[in-house]
């Protein structure tokens, strides 16, 4: 692998990763019912702990600590020797087992040139778009424009 094909592949497993850990756990079952279940052994089952989440003033400000979240790790291994990692928010074990067999299903895809499961990322890909344009026609709704009206008489 080249440098660049490798940087591209890195990326590309960032951006998957973060797909399945924001993903629903119904779309991750509901393909799941539909994929030949590989073999695998834990590395590190499903447990709970909390991190730390950081936060910015108006989004461009500095860097604070706001608070700790849930979050539920887990890593296993595949027969073939993939190694899946998933971090998920919250408590659902079985959020993060789908997310860790799907992340090493994945990296295993370019060899066996099967795209199921490339597939099924391009739908949650999709789903979540859709998931956060309904967010910001919502919002969008709700929003308030506050100006000032100043009177004649008054002044500034």
Known sequence: MT???ETKAEHDRAAWMTLLAEAP?????????EVVHPT????RRPEHGSAMIRGRA???GMQFNLGDVTVTRCTLQLGTGEIGVA?????????AAL??????MLQNEGESGDQAT???IAALDRSRTRRRKAIVAETQSSKVDFTMLARGDVEL
């Open 3 to 5: 440098p660049t094909t």
């Open 25 to 33: 756990v119904q779309e991750l079952e509901a393909h799941w019912a």
């Open 40 to 43: 695998f052994v834990w590395i």
């Open 58 to 60: 108006s989004g461009t």
């Open 87 to 95: 971090y998920v928010m919250g408590r659902d074990k079985r959020h």
């Open 99 to 104: 997310a860790a067999l799907f992340d090493a």
């Open 118 to 120: 490339r597939t099924f």
